[in-house]
């Protein structure tokens, strides 16, 4: 098989990059790219790790072919941040403990960071059911949803919101 | 109560920030120059002799750069005791189970390297395997090991009082069988390891691992270089829950190939790979027969428990024994006789899991309910007859000093309303309670303490070095709360340098619990002797004596007179300033300090399994409430009560996050949905898909944490082991809940719906007969 050249666009970063038709975004990405924030668990498309963004929708990138994603806009967990400042979800899921082993986190915050994008004040029962795509073994999603819940809507009963931080 | 600044308060982890920008590497993020791709060729037969291996092909391949069999090693079998050893890290005569290491591969991409996997031409000759320890035990067919008779791989014995004749004075007396099959831990990340040897032939290794000290040895003896030129390195790890806490044949096949290659090699485990070629839990038969008196006091107790193995012994004599010692703690039993044996059969090795002996746990506290059912008197009443008391004694002869089992059980009954919902609640809807202890520690050996030492630069910030391992607990923020706190520092004025075998020193690592008790404990005592030399300069310049000082928010200052926000104190002096002054003067601003928990060194697990374990222990109560549909067997928890007392709570946040996390794993999932299938010694369920983990969606909205604190001694700031006291009381509290709720005691676990469907249609069939209550049937 012969590589092929592709053009791809992500975190607003336009790239070009050498790969194999059979390569799967998620291989491109921590292979050819060094963006290695997406994980890989499960290969199969069950546990989230890989969550990325295409046109703003969340994707399982070890089961989408890197080609899929020429003509799109990829981001990446790599892409949540403003630089050096991370953004509401990032800082809430940090400030409430919702990260111990991190392995699932990057995917974790694509699949909330599409929810909030949706719907910004979304209840329990709704966050739990948009993050059932994503598995975490260490935190027993408690502290997960509440970060996703308070991220940037601070609760007075919380002792972990930090306004204004 | 305390007036701690750092310790003792909520804060946010130091490791956080680098995980939820995706910048925290783990070992399959790391790429060095050159490097290669590694793969397993694994055994396809459960037990076979091999006759022999051709890498010829594989060789001639192009982009093939190294092929290594059991030829390539001196064939020495390795083992976590010296009685134990009993595995080879490649095969070099006979696979044991479908996955046996039987050859390794480096090349330059990961296409190759498989097709390279396909072209190494092995000959077997099948053998007879057994899969069942019960059949493992009488088989007649060969002994997967030749040195172990009747498959059987560890025998503990522990007999104490007088079982015979205190059951002869039993009131009553139940004897119960417990079933539960093998679980796994899948951590959210497989196992990878990354090796290269350097230019001064010193072998470098990252990998996911519960105590890197654990690793360096055995590679240092497998490869007959000094433990200063085995560096294992610092990495993120994503969980190990117990299942990484020894060499793997995987660390040991990637080090050789790239000694061979002289290049750095990976090696990347699939789903499927980590969940057959690491370890799994031990699949448990266990009978307990208890004795009590009219009060539900335990008189004698005997156990006997036939764990499968799998095809090494990994952590044998410690697998045997935990289940049986975290009983022995949380209740007890003077008189108490245990026969743990531990099978080998031709499957996956089984090794420490973090709710260890689900079948063992749930059987023991079931039986109690069952008791306390017999006697009229309810499930708390009976626990709190038989529960731990500070200054006893273990039936093993573990001194117990802190405790408050009780405390935990009267907050959670509390919290939980349980007295007000048990027995009154309506059909299929159910309340039930599990009391668990943990131990901080096993005994070691000579890697029993840790030792830290602490360097300030010379901006007044100060770098830690720690051999304590973060497997995702929180270990590396416990150890920077702690520095901090007694430097005066705050923690963003530490590096940590941790989990490295060039750089730090020896440790016992986080599988035995240890991780706050003795490597916190030892960071804390480091900090201490370090703040103790610079309060001695700073003594001169403040012209106080050192003994009324104190540090805090980065200055050394006279108490009492600490200054407020707006001003300084006026005796005070920035640390930074002593630092460098002390410099200056010809003094040094480095300190070491070490803990080494006062043990029984006597006690071994096997051959004399009496003497003081650890110096302390943790004590878990979860109290669970559930509804069960009676139509689709499914189980919908309600409530989720946690209660453990861990000494003192180091950071409450973190802990909170254990608690959690633990429940989800030991009851959640343990009780409801874990366990493999097997055919012909395969395991069908490896991947996510099939093998079901719990789920955002499947989790209680209500989780309460009661963090009960009974200040240890010994431990840290009175901190003991926090959280495994309840992954295994949530176990035993998921198991207790769905049985009063169905109205009949469970005795094989995990509770899945067809198990559950099939009880309620039993008794439905019995009542409807209106026969006499049978066996495990409650009125």
Known sequence: MEKIQIFLNINDKPCEVMIYPNDTLLEVLRDELDLTGSKESCGEGVCGSCTVHMDGNPVRSCLTLAMEAVGTKITTVEGLANGEQLSDLQQSFVDHGAVQCGFCTPGMLMSADALLKENSRPDEKTIRKALSGNICRCTGYAKIVAAVAHAGNPQDHCPDCKPGK | ?779
Not at chain 2, 74 to 102: C, M, S
Request: hydrophobic share 35%.
């Open chain 2, 1 to 779: 109560m305390s007036d701690y600044t750092i310790v003792g308060k909520r804060m946010s982890r130091v490791d956080s920030r680098a995980k939820v920008m995706g910048k925290a590497k783990f070992t399959a993020d790391l790429k060095l120059p050159g490097m290669l791709v590694g793969k397993i060729k694994r055994s396809p037969y459960a037990h076979a002799r091999i006759l022999n291996i051709d890498i010829s092909k594989a060789l001639a391949l192009a982009g093939v750069k190294a092929v290594v069999t059991g030829k390539d090693t001196e064939g020495v079998k390795w083992g976590v005791f010296a009685y134990t050893r009993d595995q080879q890290f490649i095969q070099t005569q006979k696979a044991r189970y479908i996955g046996d290491e039987v050859a390794g591969v480096a090349a330059v991409d990961e296409e190759t390297a498989l097709k390279a996997l396909d072209l190494i031409e092995i000959t077997y000759e099948e053998l007879p395997p057994v899969f069942d320890p019960m059949e493992a035990m009488t088989s007649q067919t060969e002994l997967i090991h030749e040195d172990f008779p009747n498959n059987i791989n560890i025998h503990v014995n522990i007999d104490t009082g007088q079982v015979d004749e205190n059951f002869k004075k039993s009131f009553y007396i139940r004897e119960d069988t417990f079933v539960a099959p093998e679980e796994s831990y899948f951590q959210a990340e497989p196992y990878a390891v990354v090796a290269r040897f350097d230019h001064e032939d010193c072998l470098e290794v990252w990998c996911p691992n519960g105590g890197p000290h654990m690793k360096s040895k055995p590679l240092s003896n497998a490869f007959k270089i000094p433990l200063h030129k085995v560096k294992i390195r610092k990495i993120a790890i994503g969980g190990a829950f117990g299942g990484r806490s020894e060499i793997c044949p995987a660390d040991y096949i990637c080090a050789l190939l790239a000694k061979k290659t002289q290049k750095p090699v990976k090696i990347e485990f699939t789903r499927e790979e980590n969940t057959i070629g690491t370890r799994q839990g031990h699949a448990m038969i266990t009978t307990h027969k208890t004795g009590v008196d009219e009060k539900g006091q335990v008189l004698a107790r005997e156990t006997t428990c036939y764990m499968d193995g799998g095809a090494y012994s990994s952590t044998g004599p410690i697998a045997t024994s935990v289940p049986f010692l975290s009983m022995e703690q949380a209740y007890r039993m003077g008189s108490v006789r245990y026969n743990g044996y531990r099978i080998y059969t031709n499957k996956p090795i089984r090794g420490m899991i973090r709710t260890h002996g689900r079948g063992f746990a749930c059987g023991l506290d079931t039986q109690l309910d069952m008791i306390a059912d017999h006697l009229g008197i309810d499930p708390v009443e009976i626990r709190l007859r038989n529960s731990r008391q500070p200054g006893e004694y273990t039936s093993t002869k573990s001194y117990v000093d802190s405790c408050a089992m009780d405390e935990t059980i009267h907050k959670a009954v509390e919290k939980s309303g349980f007295k007000e919902k048990w027995g009154k609640l309506p059909p299929f809807h159910g309340i039930g309670i599990g009391t668990n202890s943990v131990q901080t520690g096993f005994p070691m050996g000579i890697r029993g303490g840790s030792q830290a030492f602490i360097k300030f630069n010379e901006d007044g910030e100060a770098t830690v070095m720690s051999g304590v391992v973060d497997n995702g607990q929180g270990n590396e923020n416990m150890l920077v709360q702690i520095a901090a706190e007694e430097l005066g520092l705050l923690p963003e004025d530490i590096h940590l340098v941790s989990a490295d075998t060039e750089t730090t020193s020896s440790d016992p690592g986080s599988y035995s619990q240890v991780s706050t008790f003795v490597g916190g404990h030892a960071v804390k005592i480091a900090a201490q002797n370090c703040r103790e030399k610079l309060f001695k300069v700073a003594a001169k310049v403040l012209k106080v004596a050192p003994e009324k000082l104190a540090a805090k928010n980065r200055l050394i200052f006279v108490k009492n007179d600490p200054g407020s926000k707006r001003c300084k104190a006026s005796k005070s002096i920035p640390i930074k300033k002593v630092v460098r002054i002390s410099l200056l003067n010809f003094n040094s601003v480095n300190a070491e300090g070490g803990y080494w928990p006062r043990v029984d060194m006597k006690r071994e697990w096997v051959k004399n399994p009496y003497g003081q374990m650890c110096e302390a222990f943790s004590f878990g109560t979860t109290i669970v409430e559930v509804k069960v549909d009676p139509e689709t067997g499914q189980v919908e928890v309600l409530e989720v009560t946690a209660a453990q007392d861990v000494g003192y709570a180091i950071n409450p946040l973190v802990l909170e996050g254990q608690f959690e996390g633990a429940l989800t794993m030991g009851g959640q999932g343990g009780m409801l949905t874990e366990y493999h299938e097997w055919k012909d010694g395969r395991c069908i369920n490896t991947n996510m898909l099939d093998y079901k983990l719990p789920l955002a969606c499947d989790m209680p909205p209500k989780i309460n944490n009661i963090i009960v604190e009974s200040i240890d001694p010994k431990g840290p700031y009175g901190a003991k082991e926090a959280g495994m006291s309840i992954a295994m009381s949530a176990a035993q509290g998921y198991s207790a809940a769905v049985s009063n709720a169905i109205g009949v005691y469970m005795d094989s676990f995990p509770l899945t719906p067809d198990k559950i469907l099939a009880a309620i249609k039993e008794r439905k069939a019995q009542s409807e007969k209106k026969e006499p209550s049978k066996k495990n049937e409650v009125n």
